[in-house]
Nanobody, 121 residues
Framework: VQLQASGGGLVQAGGSLRLSCAGS????????MGWFRQAPGKEREFVGYISWSGHSIDYADSVKGRFTISRDYGANTMYLEMNSLKPEDTAVYYC???????????????WGQGTLVTVSS
């Protein structure tokens, strides 16, 4: 599975961004997918995931209510809609995929290259 994340950029606090993750190489629908992020000088952090069926979605408490994950099977793409952005959301965002569970305690098998999101105060 190859993953290509895009959509990062600079946004003011309170603004919105939508990240995309295009998957290729294998059957996209057979994989759970998700997002992690890593802020400068901090450890990598789980953001959220969406199951292969799209029926199960979960988020880290830090983004719950502000971020929304979705996937388009026809386009082989997953999205991360980020609203009410805060300076502490500044990080490199990585899309991930795995046939097993995706969570904060398990490193997924496949990682995209990351896209930088910078939120100014």
């Amino acid at each position: 599975v190859q993953l290509q994340a895009s959509g990062g950029g600079l946004v003011q606090a309170g603004g919105s961004l939508r990240l995309s993750c295009a998957g290729s190489g294998r059957t996209f629908s057979g994989y759970h997918m998700g997002w992690f992020r890593q802020a400068p000088g901090k450890e990598r952090e789980f953001v959220g995931y969406i199951s292969w069926s799209g029926h199960s979605i979960d988020y880290a408490d830090s983004v719950k209510g502000r971020f929304t994950i979705s996937r388009d099977y026809g386009a082989n793409t997953m999205y991360l809609e980020m609203n009410s952005l805060k300076p502490e959301d500044t990080a490199v965002y990585y899309c991930v995929a795995d046939q097993g569970a995706i969570s904060a305690s398990h490193d997924p098998d496949y990682w995209g290259q990351g896209t930088l999101v910078t939120v100014s105060s």
